[in-house]
């Protein structure tokens, strides 16, 4: 899993650390937020946060923007290229995914599918129901 996890993230790491893909990842699952409710869901602190939001935006993959509830607060959203760097990403991973399940018997294969999604249940994560639709 380690090595369909790091082939997949390669490419985007010549553009962010991964720290700065895990932001874009909440940012891209939860929509906008509180950057201190982003650093809660990231696991940071607010300085670190504030910082790694600074470079996603230098790269126009992240923004800050005044908050729709309270004039004082500022929310931070990913753009649309963010938004597309995590779906390279997670397509990229999924293919892979596919490939490694493609070689075991179709049993074992429904086993481990299922497996996945109850893991991505698990972890709050977006389910692995197109793991079926991209080749299994």
């Known amino acids: 899993m380690l090595g369909v996890v790091a082939r997949s993230i390669a490419p985007a790491l010549d553009r962010v650390s991964l720290p700065q893909f895990r932001l874009l990842v909440v940012l891209t699952s939860a929509g906008p937020m509180r950057m201190g409710l982003l650093a809660d869901r990231a696991g940071l602190s607010a300085p670190s946060t504030s910082r790694m ?44 995914l596919c490939l490694v399940l493609e070689t075991l018997p179709e049993d074992e294969r429904a086993q481990v599918v299922r497996a996945f999604a109850a893991f991505a249940r698990a972890m709050g994560e977006a389910p692995l129901e197109d793991l079926l639709t991209l080749g299994i």
């Open 53 to 96: 939001v600074d470079r996603l935006e230098q790269q126009a993959l992240a923004r800050r923007e005044p908050s729709p509830q309270s004039g004082r607060e500022v929310t931070v959203a990913a753009t649309e290229a963010g938004a597309a760097l995590v779906r390279e990403v997670t397509l990229a991973r999924r293919r892979e």
